[in-house]
């Protein structure tokens, strides 16, 4: 079952690479229920959250939010710490999709605060950015900024747009002392 299991995630692979997001999710459901049948929680629960990502690129939020619902839980029951916190991005990814701004927001900053001691800064800075964008929305600016900040402070070598933007945090951070 496993080797069947694995044949399924590599299908699913490749359809999610040529942009296949539907057939995709659906082998990644499949896969999931064979590891599952085999015992195997943790592969079990990363293919729910590979299936919930194609569900979001195909545009399906609410499916993509049910598929990730709880695998978070299946991974820090295992001491995975990056994989609960992807598992916690991609709700709230799906939540920010639903427009449930606040559930997203919290789900967006379990995941930032998990990783925070990880050292893992790649995705710690695209969850903050996600956090900057969420707070700015919600008319907090400069909780927007410092959480922006923060991003951009992981982030090395920053891009031109992402200096210049470094550099007005800091003139906003000084006149606001």
């Known amino acids: 079952m496993p080797d ?3 044949q399924l995630k590599q299908q699913a692979t490749d359809l999610y690479k040529q942009k296949g997001y539907l057939p995709a999710a659906q082998l990644f459901g499949a896969a999931a229920d064979l590891y599952q049948e085999a015992g195997n929680e943790t592969a079990a ?7 919930s990502v194609a569900l979001l690129q195909s545009g399906e939020a609410a ?3 049910q598929a990730a619902a709880g695998t978070d839980k299946v991974f820090a029951l295992g001491g995975e710490v990056q994989l609960q916190a992807m598992a916690l991005s991609n709700q709230a990814a799906a939540l920010e999709e639903l427009g449930r701004q606040a559930e997203a927001l919290a789900f967006y900053q379990q995941a930032s605060a998990l990783l925070q ?3 893992e800064t790649e995705m710690r800075s695209i969850i903050l950015k996600r956090i900057s964008s969420l707070k700015m ?3 907090k600016a400069l909780e927007s900024l410092a959480a922006m900040d923060s991003a951009l402070t992981l982030e ?4 031109p747009k992402e200096k210049l933007i470094k550099r007005l945090l800091k003139i906003v951070n000084h006149n606001i002392r």
């Open 45 to 51: 629960a990363e293919m729910h959250n590979n299936r």
């Open 63 to 65: 499916q993509a939010l």
């Open 4 to 6: 069947r299991a694995e």
């Open 156 to 159: 090395k070598p920053a891009s």
């Open 117 to 119: 001691p990880t050292g």
């Open 137 to 139: 929305r919600s008319g």
